[in-house]
Nanobody, 123 residues
Framework: QVQLVESGGGLVQTGGSLRLSCAAS????????MGWFRQAPGKEREIVAA???????YYADSVQGRFTISRSNAKNTVYLQMNSLKPEDTAAYYC?????????????????WGQGTQVTVSS
């Protein structure tokens, strides 16, 4: 059974940092692009960052310069380092594995999803 399990969410003050982890099991994703998405209440799920199998990354404009996505293929794990957090970063964060090895920002091109981890940034 393939699973993606996120961890590292929590409550942090504005300007603080969190590091999210997404551990995959059941198969290896070393040749798949991976992404982090988020969804705030009443809003659509949006791409935050993505990384291809070689480590090339993409960031949404809203997080560029503050968030860093990385991966360890040896550990079958992807990370999201979030710095300088803002209240508008509050959301449930999901990791996902893409069908292909190339970066994609489209939800339907990701076929495995985690259950999500909540990030709350207080003002």
């Amino acid at each position: 059974q393939v699973q993606l399990v996120e961890s590292g969410g929590g409550l942090v003050q504005t300007g603080g940092s969190l590091r999210l982890s997404c551990a995959a099991s059941g198969r290896t994703f070393s040749r798949n692009a991976m992404g982090w998405f988020r969804q705030a209440p009443g809003k659509e799920r949006e791409i935050v960052a993505a990384i291809n199998w070689r480590g090339r990354s993409y960031y949404a404009d809203s997080v560029q310069g503050r968030f860093t996505i990385s991966r360890s293929n040896a550990k079958n794990t992807v990370y999201l380092q979030m710095n300088s957090l803002k209240p508008e970063d509050t959301a449930a964060y999901y990791c996902a594995a893409a069908v292909s090895s190339s970066i994609t920002t489209t939800n339907h091109e990701y076929d495995y999803w985690g259950q999500g981890t909540q990030v709350t940034v207080s003002s």
